[in-house]
């Protein structure tokens, strides 16, 4: 037996929740299908930076009061190793409160699934979805649930699960960065309230994100490296980790448990097909430098729901819409692709040459005003900020 709903959505994380807030209004029968159980899901250990834009949709959505553990970027200091020239963003030079903020994945997890049980969503976990097929109609999901194999006919099925569901159908195209990150977090003797730091080396990025008592750090470098990295004791980390990013912040005194995973630009080749649309991981994945990856999701998620709310019921998923929201994210996601991307590139080596052209445009960035502003509401807001 086939049941059926307006949505599907493939992906209860935080992105594929919020799009399910975002229509809970809506009158439409919504069904979220999430392969874990809550308690996974909650037990991530990460923590997850966002930008001021998120908290702007995430405040719209309800759950942004009942976000505990919120550390605030107010500050964020661009530089590059071995050289003096850097680049401010003030949040107060922006007009706007805070830059962005760094907080426990499990919190956001938390709050959202919470307000979801306040709504007529149909919320099931542990249902992993291991086949999507298309008719005229709609979209037919088989999952498996409670032991038993079930199909569920959407007029619209949305994938925010990373994408698995469609490599060997719809392959994403993957750039290698030849990287991996370590991520941990670590304390410091003379920490800079409310400061990020974004360093770049010819290694990779590193980024230094205030959270609670110290700094949660990603340090990005050659596969062979970083899993050389890994075995490192603690001492010897953090005598590496001084060198490499200087006495800014004072001493590093302590560090976490450490882990690590490949970097990579994976992206889809379309973000819809028959009667499907794809958003965040399933979208595109990116390097985390600057931060962009979980904002451009939250970003699709508010957008398609703003399409879905004009769409009438009997069209949702049509070649209509479906194109609506394809073109209303072109821009914006073909932007912050290529910002993390460039910055990646153009950063991450030791030639000669572009060292002293970054080095340049790192200190003349610091000195216009506008400049700063451009580059700080495209980190905010992204391109259609």
Aim: with cysteine; aromatic share 8%; charged share 20%.
């Amino acid at each position: 037996m086939t049941e059926n709903c307006d949505i599907a959505i493939i992906g209860g994380g935080p992105v594929g929740s919020a799009l399910a807030l975002a229509l809970r209004e809506s009158g439409l029968n919504i069904v979220v299908l999430e392969a874990r159980k809550i308690q996974e899901q909650t037990a991530d250990p990460r923590a997850l930076a966002i930008s001021y834009g998120s908290r702007l949709l995430l405040d719209k959505l309800g759950v942004w009061p009942h976000i505990e553990q919120v550390t605030p970027i107010r500050t964020i200091r661009v530089s590059q190793k071995d050289n003096a020239a850097y680049t401010l963003l003030h949040a107060a030079e922006l007009k706007v409160p805070e830059l962005g903020y760094v907080l426990p994945y499990p919190a956001l997890q938390t709050s959202l699934h919470q307000a979801l049980l306040h709504t007529a969503v149909t919320y099931l976990e542990s249902a992993a979805v291991s086949r999507l097929d298309h008719d005229a109609d709609g979209a037919t999901l088989t999952y498996q649930y409670e032991a038993t194999e079930r199909k569920l006919h959407a007029r619209l099925a949305v994938l925010a699960d990373g994408g698995k569901l469609l490599e060997t159908s719809h392959p994403p195209k993957i750039s290698e960065y030849g990287q991996s990150a370590v991520i941990a977090h670590i304390t410091c003797t003379a920490p800079q309230t409310a400061t990020a730091f974004e360093h770049f080396t010819a290694q990779g990025p590193f980024a230094l994100l205030p959270y609670m008592d110290g700094y949660e750090i990603v340090w990005t470098g050659a596969h062979a490296q970083v899993q050389e990295m890994l075995q490192w004791d603690d001492a010897t980390f953090l005598a590496e980790l001084q060198q490499h990013f200087g006495d800014a912040v004072g001493t590093f005194a302590s560090v976490g448990k450490r882990s690590s995973f490949p970097l990579r630009l994976k992206r889809a080749p379309d973000t819809t097909f028959a009667h499907t649309a794809l958003i965040g991981n399933a979208a595109q994945t990116l390097h985390p430098v600057a931060g962009q990856g979980f904002n451009m999701g939250v970003r699709d998620a508010w957008e398609l729901a703003r399409i879905i709310l004009r769409t009438p019921t009997e069209t949702l998923g049509s070649a209509a819409m479906l194109s609506d929201y394809r073109k209303s994210r072109c821009i914006d996601r073909n932007a912050g692709i290529g910002f993390t991307d460039g910055l990646v590139r153009i950063f991450s080596n030791d030639l000669p040459l572009l060292g002293s052209g970054r080095a340049w445009a790192l200190s003349v960035l610091n000195h216009i005003p506008l400049a700063k502003r451009f580059v700080a509401k495209r980190m905010m807001f992204g391109a259609n900020g």
